[in-house]
């Protein structure tokens, strides 16, 4: 029995790691078609479906075919996504044709797209460049006369509108709307959680998500909400085991690896968020963002000189970025190598003047250096800025 136990659980743990290594090969392709290499990205997708028969690996590579005006490729990539899971390639063979300038079969497509579980939102079908070619077409026109989407669609596409626009009240009057159509429905508390995480109300969030995962405990909607809300209330272990749910469950988002990653590094599992980092950095390695926490977390970790790597390394790709310059000599600062520290101070001050920790900063090396009234100069500064923080400097160095 142990045995039988144990072998399960090897088969399990493989089928795991497996589809993360599919979900993998799915992020690397998608990102060296963005950057514009899609027979790199059709190479990959190839090594990776010669291990698994993914339908998201067609997609896939479908968009890279469609990227070298490869459309009869594309069009056989997404009919094979839809023989392994149905309807999957709908929206893609909707894309192509429209391309084509074929209106009657785009639209045939994007009706078996629209109901399916793979439906998009008006709003991304509608700004999707694809369908330029036949949106002043008569059938185009006709198509959007239909009622594609439910009260509870509408109402929820609206309010995620004012949130992202920074309109709250407008997304209340939104939802005050919708509860005139429905007492209480899934619908109406995920709506009501968005309005409450967009204003800070993270309590209540957390009161009224785990009912609705309760129900369908892998919905990547409410898992998101979740996370977000958990990170609000200064929870980031739990974040990062709501991260983990979305990362185990297929979703694919390389943007989770940072999320998870920062949770990380705020509950000290360094190892963890480096982990995470790399995993990113492996998809995207010119990336700010994440070149930027990896130094943070090796900072926090104690290796200054790697994180002096990762810094440099970030400067070197975006050497007009003023936090480049600040998060290096934050790292000098730390080590107590004050030239250089002083001249990435000045060179964050020369693209940013306005940023008054840098000068504080700055005043502070400078003075180490035994630059005492250039450091007196340097806080002056910091202090007309508003920066409490200068003035025991002031008052016990530059006042005579």
């Not at 999320?259 to 360094?270: H, I, M, P, S, V």
Request: aromatic share 10%; glycine share 6%; net charge neutral.
């Amino acid at each position: 029995m142990k045995k039988i136990i144990t072998l399960v659980w090897l088969f399990l743990s493989a089928g795991i790691v497996f589809g993360q290594q599919t979900i993998v090969s799915i992020l690397k392709a998608r990102a060296l078609t963005e950057a514009g290499k899609p027979d790199q990205a059709i190479s990959l997708l190839n090594g990776a479906m010669n291990e698994t028969n993914e339908s998201r690996l067609y997609t896939c590579r479908a968009e890279a075919n469609i990227l070298k005006r490869d459309y009869s490729g594309a069009i056989a990539d997404y009919n094979q996504a839809n023989k392994i899971t149905s309807l999957s390639g709908e929206y893609g063979l909707s894309r192509i044709y429209a391309l084509k300038g074929d209106a009657a079969t785009s639209l045939y497509h994007l009706e078996l797209s629209m109901r399916s579980n793979f439906k998009k939102s008006e709003k991304e079908i509608l700004l999707d460049p694809a369908f330029a070619s036949i949106d002043n077409r008569q059938e185009w026109r006709q198509f959007w006369k239909k009622e594609w989407y439910s009260v509870s669609e509408k109402s929820i596409s609206e309010i995620e509108y004012y949130i992202s626009a920074g309109k709250i009240d407008q997304s209340k009057d939104v939802l005050s709307e919708f509860k005139k159509n429905y007492n209480s429905n899934s619908d109406l508390i995920y709506a009501e959680s968005l309005i409450n995480l967009a204003s800070g109300n993270y309590s209540q969030v957390m009161k009224d998500v785990p009912g609705l995962l309760a129900s369908e405990p892998g919905n990547e909607k409410y898992l998101r909400v979740l996370a977000k809300a958990q990170t609000g209330i200064s929870d980031p272990a739990g974040a990062s085991v709501t991260y983990s749910q979305l990362i185990s469950s297929g979703v694919i988002d390389a943007g989770l690896f940072l999320l998870r990653a920062d949770c990380y590094q705020k509950t000290g599992e360094t190892d963890k968020a480096l982990n995470d980092i790399g995993k990113y950095l492996e998809i995207y390695p010119d990336n700010l963002t994440a070149l930027r926490l990896a130094g943070k977390v090796e900072v926090k970790s104690g290796d200054n000189l790697k994180a002096l790597q990762y810094f440099s390394e970030n400067l070197k790709l975006h050497p007009n970025d003023p936090e480049c310059y600040m998060d290096r000599a934050n790292s000098y600062f730390i080590s107590k190598t004050w030239d250089m520290a002083i001249n990435d101070y000045g060179m964050s001050l020369d693209l940013k003047p306005e940023n008054s920790d840098a000068w504080l900063n700055k005043g502070i090396a400078l003075l180490n250096s035994g630059k005492t009234d250039d450091a007196c100069h340097d806080f002056r500064i910091a202090f007309r800025m508003g920066n409490k923080r200068v003035t025991d400097y002031i008052s016990r160095n530059c006042i005579k």
